[in-house]
């Protein structure tokens, strides 16, 4: 890139959190209309449970946007062809497979993918896929959408059986600091029993992400992976951007449904157990101006 389309795309980058809260902003009209339609009184008078509404509502219609960027990497990702933050045409780690527990699930986004995957899908699609699937295993048996989001569990629900999945996939309907609670939810996950645990755009957003990443941690069997894509805080990029990205950080979580941008995503995951193997790094082709870098890869339990 010459240095003009470089300074052009930085800045492109510093403004596009202003652009996404401002496509928010534009839903409050939508969100309250809904609230009205369902007779959702109580969340028109609470602050927190309006701005839940308003990012249900919002990303029912940016999900899909923000989806063709991301799937670049996360389609790989499942598909267990990034290593290094290096996306592969092969397979080289593991594709999703077994008792799959994907947190913060949103409308089902991946849905589709996770269709791809699942035990005797074989016949009914794309030999591609089926390449890479065929080539390490990676057969879903049992799904857990875990999902608090009412707007967004009610399409994830809607989603999964359009997909013919709601024989093996659970939308659980509260957030992940209750899935061990029987009262909260009509289920429970055992400690120990999940293959695999997805985290997609998810943990910026859950609370005490200490406490609760190692929850999940608790639920995943030894060998057991975690393939995660997050958008995590600067650590590169300068004290300027740092600053930046705090700043940005004072409005951003009220128009995007409580997520915090300067998370220390890495650092968490690594607090809370052991792994045998740690594949989270930025994806390559990142440059160094990203007010919302990522991280991505598996962590092997
Ligand atoms: C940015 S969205 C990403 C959704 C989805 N993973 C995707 O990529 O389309 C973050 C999601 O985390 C969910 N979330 C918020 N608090 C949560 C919690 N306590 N436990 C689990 N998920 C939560 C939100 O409702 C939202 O669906």
Known sequence: MDTLATIWDAFIHVVDPWRFMSISFRHI??????LIHEKDYGALLS?????????????ATIGPNVKLNAEQRVIPLLEGRIKDGVVHDEVV???????????????????DVFARFREGADSAHDNESLRHRKTTGGHITKMYGVEPNPISAKALGQRVKDL?????????????ESVDDPSAWNGKIEPGSVDCIVSILCLCSIPEPEKNIKLLYNLLKPGGRWYAYEHVK???????????????????PHFLGGCELCRDTEKSLRAAGIFKEIDFVQ???QP???VLPHK???LTK
């Not at 927190?48 to 990303?59: I, S, V």
């Not at 780690?93 to 849905?111: D, F, H, K």
């Not at 600067?234 to 951003?252: D, I, M, T």
Request: net charge negative; charged share 10%; hydrophobic share 45%.
């Open 164 to 176: 013919g999945m709601d024989d093996i996939y659970h939308v659980v309907p509260v957030g992940i």
């Open 283 to 285: 994806p390559v082709a």
């Open 93 to 111: 780690s593991t594709p999703v497979y077994g008792t799959v527990l994907e947190v913060g699930a949103g409308s089902g986004m991946y849905a």
């Open 47 to 59: 602050f927190a449970r309006f701005e839940e509404a308003l990012f249900g509502t919002f990303w």
């Open 288 to 290: 160094p101006y990203q």
């Open 296 to 298: 991505i890869g598996i």
């Open 234 to 252: 600067v650590w590169r990029g300068g004290p300027l951007l740092s600053l930046y990205q705090r700043f940005v950080n004072l409005v951003w």
């Open 29 to 34: 009209p939508a969100t309250i209309r809904g």
